[in-house]
């Protein structure tokens, strides 16, 4: 890593840090809907913590798991459409000129997706805390916590990456929000898995995330439900999307593919183009023959050699 | 209304209705995405029917009234895209060298608001009976249902003219949804006000007039022909529809005015 990348990721980060200072309403967009949602739920839904079955220590602290996860989805995707806008207005291109090594780039905004994260929870856990959130975790299984938390935010930054790379265009902004927002919302998200029915079990059984809820929960309830796999499966999430962000990367910097070339003519000298040669009639070669060849490049060239003849 | 306003307000409301049926980016989130939350509420919800005391076994016929108002929520948006499309593509000031009356311009927007509605609970009706929801009131109150909804997405379209109209914005008018949503979660949308156990929290649901809107639609598929639950929701739409119309046509004034 050259000293040059460094500086174009602190630089990055630098920009994206800026512009919600400067914009303190889109600063707390991520943060609005997970907060509504945990007043909602804490408030309105603490008697179904008391029903049969439930057997969690506390609902505020169950759906706190939820709320915190929700948070840093929230925070990788309002990334990932900064990076679809600022790749859409060009700035990205630009970004692309200066930056020796691209990854950089990437680089530079999951360093601002971990500022703002560590933010986003610190400010969470405060108003838990402040409103009596029991917690019963120690402080390690709280640290696991915030790791788990903040490993969902990278990994959904390098998908809404991925994406936001190969629009090219702040269109990609609803396909980066509903996709996440949906696989967010297939998981045990307001009561156990045992206690949820129809279609939305089998969802939530084979959702990757889920693991992470429930080990999330576990931990914070001093109750270790397979940290291993929750880490594990978040970590090889991470691996997934970090493969999806750099393809994505290589995609921008290849720019929007060219048409296809249409008619045989235009196929041979697109061909010969790639191989890095001249197209074999500029070399002196020998003519395609205008007979057998279709198309209107074709059409011309046989309107040309009538012409000589 | 003159033969002449009403003919302005015919033609800038099949307009209205036509822009709205030509942009899906509008319609498609505002059915799909209640649709989703539906889907997902009436699965994760079901163990709240099993709180001591809770109206109905059926938590999708529960949680049914909220998708209605949350799709009539979305109206906010269909309306306020629609003004400030028309103010920001300088279409309203083309208007103004035409006898066209603003508050006439502004009805007629509601117009396309209202069909997206209409469509909007019709398909979440028809899903939630496909999928168990049953109307205690009746056939007669499943159209009671829609009109009711109807007068909500009017009201929400209203106070989206008004977003528009002060701001001129339809970024701002989308800010304006997504606080019109947090409110609708801070109602009574998620369990019935009398099994709020946390009591800071039952006092916003009591203030909060989102809370009578789901429970007027809630009334008629759990409980039946409930005459203060309709008289309070319909009282409150009515309420903001007025509220915002009268504004929405002071701002657009004053708007023109600097013109």
Same mark, same amino acid.
């Given at each position: 890593?050259?000293a040059?990348?460094?500086?174009?990721?602190?630089g990055v980060?630098r920009?994206s840090?800026?512009k919600i200072?400067k914009?303190?309403?889109?600063a707390?967009a991520?943060?609005?809907?997970?907060?509504?949602?945990?007043?909602?739920?804490a408030g309105a839904m603490?008697?179904?913590?008391?029903?049969?079955g439930?057997?969690?220590?506390n609902y505020t602290?169950?759906i706190?798991?939820?709320v915190?996860?929700q948070?840093?989805?929230?925070?990788g995707?309002?990334t990932g459409?900064?990076?679809?806008?600022?790749?859409?207005?060009?700035?990205?291109?630009r970004?692309m000129?200066a930056?020796?090594?691209?990854?950089?780039?990437?680089g530079?905004?999951?360093?601002?997706?971990?500022g703002r994260?560590v933010?986003?929870?610190?400010?969470i856990?405060?108003?838990?805390l402040l409103?009596g959130?029991?917690?019963r975790?120690?402080?390690?299984q709280i640290?696991a916590?915030?790791?788990?938390?903040l490993m969902?935010?990278?990994a959904?930054?390098?998908?809404?990456a991925?994406l936001?790379?190969r629009a090219?265009?702040?269109?990609?902004?609803?396909?980066i929000?509903?996709?996440?927002?949906?696989?967010?919302?297939?998981?045990?998200?307001?009561?156990?898995?045992h206690l949820?029915?129809g279609w939305?079990?089998?969802?939530?059984?084979?959702?990757?995330l889920?693991?992470a809820?429930?080990?999330?929960?576990g931990l914070i309830a001093?109750?270790p439900?397979?940290?291993?796999l929750?880490f594990?499966?978040?970590?090889?999430l991470i691996?997934v999307f970090?493969?999806?962000?750099?393809?994505?990367?290589r995609?921008?910097?290849r720019g929007?593919k060219?048409p296809?070339?249409?008619g045989?003519?235009?196929?041979?000298?697109?061909?010969?183009?790639r191989?890095?040669?001249?197209?074999?009639?500029?070399?002196?070669?020998p003519?395609?023959?205008?007979?057998?060849?279709?198309g209107?490049?074709?059409r011309?060239a046989?309107?040309?050699?009538?012409g000589?003849? | 209304v003159?033969?002449?306003?009403?003919?302005?307000?015919?033609?800038?409301?099949r307009?209205?209705?036509a822009?709205?049926?030509?942009q899906?980016?509008?319609?498609?989130?505002?059915?799909?995405?209640?649709?989703?939350?539906l889907?997902i509420?009436a699965?994760?919800g079901?163990?709240?029917?099993?709180v001591?005391?809770?109206?109905?076994?059926?938590?999708i016929?529960?949680?049914?009234?909220?998708?209605?108002?949350?799709?009539?929520v979305?109206?906010?948006t269909?309306a306020?895209?629609l @003004?400030? +499309?028309?103010?920001? #593509? *300088?279409?309203?000031?083309?208007?103004?060298?035409?006898?066209?009356?603003?508050s006439? !311009? %502004?009805?007629a927007?509601?117009a396309?608001?209202?069909i997206?509605?209409?469509?909007?609970?019709?398909?979440?009706?028809?899903?939630g009976l496909i999928?168990?929801?049953?109307?205690?009131a009746g056939?007669?109150g499943?159209?009671?249902l829609?009109?009711?909804?109807?007068?909500?997405?009017?009201?929400?379209?209203?106070?989206g @003219?008004? +977003?528009a109209?002060l #701001? *001129?914005s339809?970024?701002?008018v989308?800010a304006m949804?997504?606080?019109?949503?947090? !409110? %609708?979660f801070?109602?009574?949308?998620?369990?019935?006000?009398?099994?709020i156990?946390e009591?800071?929290?039952?006092?916003?649901?009591?203030?909060?007039?989102?809370s009578?809107l789901?429970e007027?639609?809630?009334s008629?598929?759990?409980?039946?022909?409930?005459?203060?639950?309709?008289?309070l929701?319909?009282?409150?739409?009515l @309420?903001f529809f007025?509220?915002?119309m009268t504004?929405?046509?002071?701002?657009?004034?004053r708007?023109?005015?600097?013109?």
């Amino acid at each position: 890593v050259s000293a040059r990348s460094i500086a174009v990721t602190i630089g990055v980060s630098r920009r994206s840090a800026i512009k919600i200072i400067k914009n303190p309403v889109m600063a707390a967009a991520p943060l609005a809907v997970p907060l509504f949602m945990f007043a909602a739920f804490a408030g309105a839904m603490t008697a179904v913590g008391k029903t049969p079955g439930f057997d969690y220590y506390n609902y505020t602290a169950f759906i706190f798991v939820f709320v915190l996860y929700q948070a840093m989805v929230f925070v990788g995707i309002f990334t990932g459409i900064e990076m679809s806008g600022d790749f859409g207005t060009g700035f990205g291109d630009r970004m692309m000129l200066a930056a020796p090594q691209r990854l950089a780039i990437v680089g530079g905004y999951l360093v601002f997706t971990l500022g703002r994260g560590v933010f986003s929870i610190a400010l969470i856990w405060a108003i838990a805390l402040l409103t009596g959130m029991p917690v019963r975790g120690d402080a390690l299984q709280i640290a696991a916590l915030v790791v788990l938390a903040l490993m969902l935010g990278v990994a959904t930054t390098l998908w809404a990456a991925g994406l936001a790379l190969r629009a090219r265009s702040i269109t990609a902004a609803a396909l980066i929000f509903m996709s996440s927002f949906v696989v967010l919302f297939m998981t045990p998200d307001f009561v156990p898995r045992h206690l949820i029915g129809g279609w939305l079990h089998t969802a939530a059984s084979i959702n990757p995330l889920t693991p992470a809820m429930e080990s999330g929960r576990g931990l914070i309830a001093n109750t270790p439900a397979d940290p291993e796999l929750a880490f594990g499966l978040t970590g090889a999430l991470i691996l997934v999307f970090m493969v999806w962000a750099v393809r994505g990367m290589r995609a921008a910097e290849r720019g929007p593919k060219a048409p296809r070339p249409r008619g045989l003519q235009a196929r041979r000298e697109a061909k010969a183009a790639r191989a890095g040669g001249t197209p074999p009639q500029a070399a002196g070669g020998p003519e395609p023959a205008p007979g057998r060849a279709r198309g209107p490049a074709a059409r011309r060239a046989r309107a040309r050699a009538r012409g000589r003849g | 209304v003159s033969s002449s306003s009403g003919e302005q307000l015919r033609t800038l409301a099949r307009r209205s209705i036509a822009r709205s049926a030509r942009q899906p980016q509008v319609m498609i989130p505002s059915i799909a995405f209640p649709l989703f939350m539906l889907a997902i509420l009436a699965c994760a919800g079901a163990q709240a029917t099993k709180v001591p005391g809770f109206p109905t076994k059926s938590y999708i016929t529960f949680v049914l009234a909220s998708t209605l108002i949350q799709g009539a929520v979305n109206g906010t948006t269909v309306a306020g895209q629609l @003004l400030a +499309g028309d103010l920001e #593509t *300088g279409f309203v000031n083309r208007i103004l060298l035409t006898p066209v009356r603003q508050s006439v !311009l %502004l009805f007629a927007q509601l117009a396309g608001v209202a069909i997206v509605g209409l469509i909007g609970s019709i398909v979440f009706i028809a899903v939630g009976l496909i999928f168990g929801v049953s109307v205690k009131a009746g056939a007669g109150g499943v159209l009671a249902l829609i009109g009711v909804t109807l007068l909500v997405v009017i009201a929400f379209g209203a106070i989206g @003219l008004l +977003g528009a109209a002060l #701001t *001129g914005s339809a970024a701002q008018v989308q800010a304006m949804f997504a606080l019109f949503l947090g !409110l %609708l979660f801070m109602s009574s949308m998620l369990m019935p006000r009398n099994l709020i156990t946390e009591n800071w929290f039952k006092t916003i649901a009591t203030y909060n007039p989102l809370s009578y809107l789901v429970e007027a639609t809630r009334s008629l598929l759990i409980s039946g022909w409930d005459a203060q639950a309709l008289a309070l929701g319909c009282g409150f739409a009515l @309420l903001f529809f007025a509220i915002a119309m009268t504004g929405a046509v002071f701002a657009m004034r004053r708007r023109m005015e600097r013109l």
